[in-house]
């Protein structure tokens, strides 16, 4: 189904790229993250183009809940017992100062922008939040702690953000993406130096950004192991209550809620892709316990890449490649920092010190807990045996009778019964299908 910002809003058309062209950046991908680049890098006086294989935000974008926060969880004591105090206050300033950009942004664009608290909640742990409190307040910020929020949820306590925001996204890139140079249906194959080839024609570019989501250059980077994929789902429900702000649990397997006009949008059901979890059904049981009065208008899932260290990768795709970037791993938490990826990229485009690139930078250390269990994933997708395999390095699929889809447990790649492509990092679609219900390999 379509998500509430799909419904609401419509884009312009623009044309497929069929003949050679030269470019000083060329942007691929025609997400919230590629749109920002360019329309920043353009305000920098940089010539530049987006290249997007289908139409732009179409994807990953237009099925986010749109929250813009810097406070992405209970992340903050664990950032810093992690990577220091340093880098901790360079990860919450730079997403601070992602929102200001916003709401600067915004402020000529009609796009429901609002300013609300944030709020991250715990039902039964209150030290979580205790640890949380005291870290943010080592890194200078002022955060609020509750024990009440006007939800069916008993809590244990919550740490508040005020100043946060929310807002229809395709509105914004609708508006931003308008004056800017983009190609349609114009799917890079391969970036050899300083060309990009299409299937079409060649792109002569100084500097290349990939902001397709996940990477899809695999010999470069290592992000088929630094990067894995969730899918998470969202129920969008008319006429519901307002709950004057923006809330998530500070469980990874809990849900979050916030407004959009007369709708209640509660989203979770999260789960690694390919495997099983709620799903809608999760959220669908929850609604109809606490929310039985108020139908469900619209459903949406979304796809998102969880870095190793729950820090995204930002920066250059690797020392290979010196004149390709990157921005990746945002862990649900795409909005701002789709933001900081376009600050941070166009000053290094731009040759000029950001402050926060070391924390971002994709070459950091790949040593965590994560890793193993990422290579444990994709061997064990290489050594099951099935007829339906992934076109991206090759992992058996699983059969998703949740959504009627074909999926793959080791990078996320995502294909229709009939086997045409979803989600990447695979950049074809599946070849032989078949009736899906002689499949033996299902993810039910």
């Not at 990229?345 to 731009?350: Q, R, S, V, W, Y």
């Not at 997708?381 to 339906?388: A, N, Y």
């Not at 889809?405 to 990447?424: A, V, Y």
């Amino acid at each position: 189904m379509l998500s509430v910002w799909s419904a609401e809003s419509e884009f312009k058309e623009f044309p497929q790229l069929k003949n050679d062209i030269k470019t000083s950046v060329a942007v691929i991908g025609g997400g919230i993250t590629g749109i920002l680049c360019a329309f920043i890098l353009k305000q920098n006086g940089v010539d530049c183009v987006v290249l997007e294989a289908d139409r732009i935000c179409k994807g990953v974008t237009q099925n986010t809940t749109a929250k813009i926060t810097s406070q992405h969880g209970l992340i903050y004591d664990k950032l810093i017992k992690k990577i220091g105090i340093e880098k901790a206050k360079m990860y919450l300033d730079a997403n601070e100062k992602a929102i200001k950009n916003y709401v600067e942004l915004c402020e000529n664009i009609s796009c429901e922008f609002e300013q609300k608290d944030n709020i991250v909640y715990s039902i039964n742990n209150q030290r979580k939040i205790n640890d949380e409190l005291h870290a943010l307040v080592r890194l200078g910020y002022n955060p609020d702690f509750i024990t009440e929020i006007p939800l069916p949820i008993n809590i244990a306590g919550a740490v508040k953000f005020p100043n946060q925001a929310e807002f229809n996204p395709l509105q914004f890139l609708s508006s931003i993406s308008k004056k800017l140079t983009i190609y349609e249906n114009t799917k890079v194959i391969e970036i050899h130096r300083n060309t990009a080839t299409t299937e079409n024609a060649r792109v002569t570019a100084d500097y290349f950004i990939a902001a397709t989501h996940f990477p899809f250059m695999n010999k470069y980077g290592g992000y088929f192991a630094k990067l894995y994929q969730e899918r998470s789902y969202v129920l969008a429900l008319e006429n519901a209550p307002q709950i004057k702000g923006m809330y998530v649990d500070a469980e990874k397997k809990g849900m979050s809620f916030r407004n959009y006009k007369n709708y209640l949008l509660i989203g979770g059901g999260d789960h690694r892709t390919g495997k099983n979890g709620g799903n809608y059904h999760e959220l669908k049981a929850f609604s109809s316990i606490n929310y039985p009065e108020f139908p469900i208008k619209y459903q949406w899932a979304t796809q998102d890449c969880m870095s190793l260290d729950s820090i995204p990768y930002i920066g250059r795709y690797s020392k290979r490649i010196p004149n390709v970037f990157v921005a990746t791993g945002f862990n649900k938490w795409g909005m701002t920092l789709s933001m900081v990826s376009a600050k941070l990229l166009c000053d290094l485009i731009l040759n000029k010190t950001n402050e926060y690139e070391e924390v971002f930078s994709p070459s950091r250390s790949v040593l965590t807990t994560q890793l193993p269990i990422n290579i444990a994933e994709a061997t064990i997708g290489l050594l099951t045996p099935s007829r339906r395999r992934c076109p991206h390095l090759g992992c058996a699929l699983k059969w998703n009778s949740a959504e009627h889809t074909w999926d793959c447990p080791c990078h996320g790649s995502r294909f229709t019964e009939s086997g045409k492509l979803i989600e990447n990092p695979a950049t074809g679609n599946l070849k032989n299908i078949q009736n899906p219900s002689i499949d033996k390999n299902r993810c039910n």
